[in-house]
């Protein structure tokens, strides 16, 4: 078969992911995570199951623009494939939007953004899925061009997960430029140029990760003063030692791609993982996030738990490791079955102190209803100690908790008014009977404060009140 074979080919062994910070001869124009070229970072959000023109399930993507007041629900775009210049049409099923990445592909100082519609019936393949990349331009997000799948035959669900970076001796055939790296239903990686001059790819595996699942989120690291880059790449399901799987569970597992080939270092199981400077010694620190109880992932937890790689961006060992879990002192709660205490995780500083600060999700806290974590960053490990949880039920936090919002399903930091304090971006796809909504929490000196919080429904968003919108499920950004 042509997957077996390229398994074989050396220079299939290709990765590629959204750096966090553009350095060396990658270096981005302007302010990364501008969609509008306005100075201001802006954020992404999906609504994969949202009803477009009676079409359920055809998925959205709205834009929220970063002011001097921070999001701004008034000032909005929201794209779907009926929109003016977006190839193809809304079909039911498409889920445009289940997987978005944002970065400037073309240098222009407006961000671009690819989106992953895996439920795409493609030239008679049901649910072979797509990928789209639309291009900020001063008029707007009218421009798009559709990136082929080079291998239809070999996966559906094409565009269920997404990177962006430039990664040498990952993805020889495009050494020195950014490639869209694209996940599958299968277990492997999908690559094309970003600036889609071929519309051709390589493939590669070598992950123990069972086929069936497939390869479930990616996640970049960018180095310092270098333009070789890092993936790490989660999927599930366990290798019977050869080529072939032995198809007992669907254990979660994480990987640190190395440059000489797929078969990279082994990380800490889980689904989600970020990259950020958590100590201020200019190297990044791994964190995993592991939201399975321990009958589904033996060695964690019950209820879930995060492990932080200190300084472990190189090579993927790490000078030291910590664990939190809601046991852990001073953190709000206790472990409980199905908590999913960090599905999401999210890096960022959000007080200002050169430190960033650890976001943490448990969508399944409290019936559901979910919560936040937040560990500010130290010269040490995370200050545990006097971590912070936020619900729907904290004070000066718009809305209430109720059973099924799932209130941190998505999480990401992103400064979106320029004071330099990040802000805490919270997703609850569940709100509202499924429709979703969005929560911002500004960063200040003493970190997250609920002090000119705001949120975003669904029909706030632009979306309209038809349906299970699902809108926050994803929440991405510079």
Same mark, same amino acid.
């Given at each position: 078969?042509?997957?077996?074979t390229?398994?074989?080919?050396?220079?299939?062994?290709?990765?590629?992911?959204?750096p966090?910070?553009a350095?060396?001869?990658?270096?981005?124009?302007?302010?990364?995570?501008?969609?509008?070229?306005?100075?201001?970072?802006?954020?992404?959000?999906?609504?994969?199951?949202?009803?477009?023109?009676?079409?359920?399930?055809?998925?959205?993507?709205?834009? /929220?623009?970063?002011?001097?007041?921070?999001?701004?629900?008034?000032?909005?775009?929201?794209?779907?494939?009926?929109?003016?210049?977006?190839?193809g049409?809304?079909?039911?099923?498409?889920?445009?939007?289940?997987?978005?990445?944002?970065? #400037?592909?073309?240098?222009?100082g407006?961000?671009? /953004?690819?989106? =992953?519609?895996?439920?795409? #019936?493609?030239?008679?393949?049901?649910?072979?899925?797509?990928?789209?990349?639309?291009?900020?331009?001063?008029?707007?997000?009218?421009?798009g061009?559709?990136?082929?799948d080079?291998?239809?035959?070999?996966?559906?669900?094409?565009?269920?997960t997404?990177?962006?970076?430039?990664?040498?001796?990952?993805?020889?055939?495009?050494?020195?430029?950014?490639?869209i790296?694209?996940?599958a239903?299968?277990?492997?990686?999908?690559?094309?140029?970003?600036? /889609?001059s071929?519309?051709?790819?390589?493939?590669?595996?070598?992950?123990?990760?069972?086929?069936? $699942?497939? @390869?479930?989120?990616?996640?970049?690291?960018?180095?310092?003063?270098?333009?070789?880059?890092?993936?790490?790449?989660?999927?599930?399901?366990?290798?019977?030692g050869?080529?072939? $799987?032995?198809?007992?569970?669907?254990?979660?597992?994480?990987?640190?791609? #190395?440059?000489?080939?797929?078969?990279?270092?082994?990380?800490?199981?889980?689904t989600?993982?970020a990259?950020?400077?958590?100590?201020?010694?200019?190297?990044?620190?791994?964190?995993?996030?592991?939201?399975?109880?321990?009958?589904?992932?033996?060695?964690?937890s019950?209820? =879930?738990?995060?492990? @932080?790689?200190y300084?472990?961006?190189?090579?993927?060992?790490?000078?030291?490791v910590?664990?939190?879990?809601?046991?852990?002192?001073?953190?709000?709660?206790?472990?409980?079955?199905?908590?999913?205490?960090?599905?999401?995780v999210? @890096?960022?500083?959000?007080?200002?102190?050169?430190?960033?600060?650890?976001?943490?999700?448990?969508? =399944?806290?409290?019936?559901?209803?979910?919560a936040v974590?937040?560990?500010?960053?130290?010269?040490?490990?995370?200050?545990?100690?006097?971590?912070?949880?936020?619900?729907?039920?904290?004070?000066?936090?718009?809305?209430?908790?109720?059973?099924?919002?799932?209130?941190?399903?998505?999480?990401?930091? @992103?400064?979106?008014?320029?004071?330099?304090?990040?802000?805490?971006?919270?997703?609850?796809?569940?709100?509202?009977?499924?429709?979703g909504?969005l929560?911002?929490?500004?960063?200040?000196?003493?970190?997250?404060t609920?002090?000119?919080?705001?949120?975003?429904?669904?029909?706030g968003?632009?979306?309209?009140?038809?349906?299970?919108?699902?809108?926050?499920?994803?929440?991405?950004?510079?």
């Amino acid at each position: 078969m042509r997957k077996r074979t390229l398994l074989m080919s050396a220079t299939l062994l290709a990765s590629g992911l959204t750096p966090l910070v553009a350095v060396g001869a990658e270096a981005v124009v302007g302010t990364p995570g501008d969609v509008n070229k306005d100075g201001y970072r802006d954020v992404v959000v999906s609504a994969p199951d949202a009803t477009v023109a009676g079409h359920a399930k055809a998925g959205a993507v709205v834009v /929220l623009y970063g002011t001097s007041r921070g999001i701004d629900p008034s000032r909005r775009t929201v794209v779907t494939q009926n929109s003016t210049g977006i190839p193809g049409a809304a079909e039911s099923g498409d889920r445009f939007g289940a997987a978005v990445i944002v970065y #400037d592909l073309n240098r222009d100082g407006y961000s671009d /953004l690819v989106v =992953g519609a895996p439920g795409e #019936d493609v030239a008679g393949d049901d649910g072979g899925g797509s990928v789209t990349v639309v291009y900020g331009t001063a008029s707007g997000l009218t421009k798009g061009k559709t990136v082929d799948d080079p291998w239809p035959s070999s996966h559906d669900a094409y565009g269920r997960t997404l990177a962006v970076g430039t990664y040498n001796g990952l993805n020889p055939v495009n050494d020195g430029k950014l490639s869209i790296a694209v996940g599958a239903n299968d277990a492997e990686v999908t690559f094309v140029p970003a600036d /889609l001059s071929a519309q051709s790819g390589t493939s590669g595996n070598g992950y123990a990760f069972n086929p069936a $699942y497939g @390869i479930v989120a990616l996640t970049p690291i960018d180095l310092p003063n270098s333009d070789d880059d890092r993936l790490i790449v989660h999927g599930r399901g366990v290798s019977d030692g050869g080529w072939g $799987y032995d198809g007992s569970g669907d254990d979660p597992n994480a990987y640190l791609a #190395d440059p000489a080939g797929f078969e990279g270092t082994g990380l800490p199981a889980g689904t989600a993982s970020a990259v950020g400077d958590l100590n201020g010694n200019g190297s990044p620190d791994l964190v995993i996030g592991n939201p399975e109880d321990p009958s589904q992932s033996p060695g964690t937890s019950l209820g =879930g738990q995060v492990t @932080i790689y200190y300084d472990a961006g190189y090579s993927g060992s790490p000078s030291r490791v910590q664990t939190i879990t809601q046991d852990t002192p001073g953190v709000a709660g206790a472990g409980e079955a199905k908590d999913g205490f960090g599905a999401s995780v999210a @890096i960022g500083d959000m007080d200002k102190d050169g430190r960033a600060d650890l976001v943490i999700g448990a969508p =399944g806290e409290n019936g559901s209803s979910g919560a936040v974590t937040v560990v500010r960053g130290t010269t040490g490990e995370l200050d545990a100690a006097h971590a912070r949880t936020w619900t729907q039920n904290s004070s000066g936090v718009p809305g209430g908790s109720e059973t099924g919002d799932v209130f941190g399903a998505a999480v990401r930091v @992103i400064d979106t008014n320029k004071d330099g304090y990040a802000d805490l971006v919270v997703g609850a796809p569940g709100e509202n009977g499924g429709a979703g909504a969005l929560w911002s929490l500004r960063g200040s000196a003493a970190s997250v404060t609920a002090t000119g919080s705001t949120s975003v429904s669904a029909s706030g968003a632009g979306l309209g009140s038809a349906g299970a919108a699902r809108f926050a499920g994803v929440v991405t950004g510079p």
